[in-house]
Structure formats: structure tokens, C-alpha cells
């Protein structure tokens, strides 16, 4: 996984095989990252266990379930304070049981593309509450007062492979 420990507040992006892997990877191509080779992202709360967003919710895992996948971790890269990490690690505690959506596959999409239905489809996906797996992690960094990207993009603009991006 990484040489150092990754440590509670820590996120990873990890490559998905299968079918699932395979259209994110479509995907994210589609929306303008190339063929990246991470297409899931997770936060690390300590323990042993991580919080990732699943088409089933937000839920509590285990790091072991990602052992022997290729990983790349934010540790020694991102830094942060200790009050920081108990922030987003109570972040991402608190979003567990958030529902997954594919209509923020179609925000990313949009955006991208500079289409109209930009923002109206960006107003729905915030007002339902949900995310996928990057724009959790990049939700609990601004809920603890951490910007991951410099442009302060709106979370649900963010993708694996814009994570994995920042970590190169």
C-alpha cells in the first residue's frame, strides 16, 4: 500500500478491476482524465478501517479489503495538523450511510463539457445529499478546513483521477 503507515485522515485513491473499474475508467476518459489507472478513493479513520462511498451508501471498511491493490495515499503528501486529521476523519464518520449517484457522474460530465444543464444538475446533486467515492474524500478535507485543490472546485467536480493527479 505505501512505505509509510498511512495515518487517520489519510485518503487513497486504488485501482478497481472488473467491469465496474472498467467503466470508470470509460468514464473518467469521457470526461476529459485520460485513461487513469486509480478509479476509487477512501478515507482512512483510524484502526484499520476507512470510510468509501458505495453504490449501497457511505460505509465503513476495512484497509485489508485493499490489500495487494495498487494504491497511491495522500500520507506525507497532503500534510496536516493533528486537529486536522480528527476533522476529517469525524468528516467522513459522519457521512456514513450518504447515498451513492450516478447523476454526479452527469455533473462531472456536464461541467466538463460546458453544457447549460451545468449548474441546475449541480443544484440537484447537492440538494440530494449524495456522492461518489472522490467527492467524499474531497467533502471531509473542506469540512475540516482543507482545500485539496487550488481552485476550490465544488466536491462533486472532483474524480479519482483528479485525486491521484494531486498526489503525483
Not at 140 to 156: I, S
Request: hydrophobic share 40%; proline share 7%.
Amino acid at each position: 500500500m505505501t512505505a509509510t503507515p498511512p495515518l487517520p485522515g489519510d485518503f487513497a485513491v486504488v485501482r478497481m478491476d472488473g467491469r465496474t473499474g472498467r467503466l470508470i475508467r470509460i468514464g473518467q476518459f469521457l470526461n476529459g482524465d485520460g485513461f487513469a489507472d486509480y478509479e476509487h478513493a477512501f478515507v482512512h479513520v483510524g484502526d484499520g478501517r476507512l470510510v468509501e462511498a458505495q453504490p449501497g451508501g457511505a460505509r465503513l471498511g476495512r484497509l485489508s479489503d485493499y490489500e495487494g491493490v495498487p494504491a497511491r495515499w495522500s500520507t506525507g503528501r497532503v500534510p496536516l495538523t493533528d486537529e486536522q486529521r480528527a476533522a476529517v476523519t469525524a468528516a467522513a464518520r459522519s457521512y456514513l450511510g450518504t447515498p451513492y449517484s450516478f447523476a454526479d457522474y452527469l455533473a462531472l460530465a456536464a461541467a466538463r463539457l460546458h453544457l447549460p444543464a451545468g449548474p441546475p444538475l449541480r443544484r440537484f446533486v447537492a440538494s440530494t445529499r449524495h456522492m461518489i467515492c472522490s467527492q467524499l474524500v474531497d467533502q471531509c478535507y473542506q469540512d475540516a478546513g482543507v482545500h485539496l485543490f487550488t481552485d476550490h472546485r465544488w466536491p462533486g467536480y472532483v474524480t479519482p483521477a483528479d485525486l491521484a493527479r494531486l498526489l503525483e
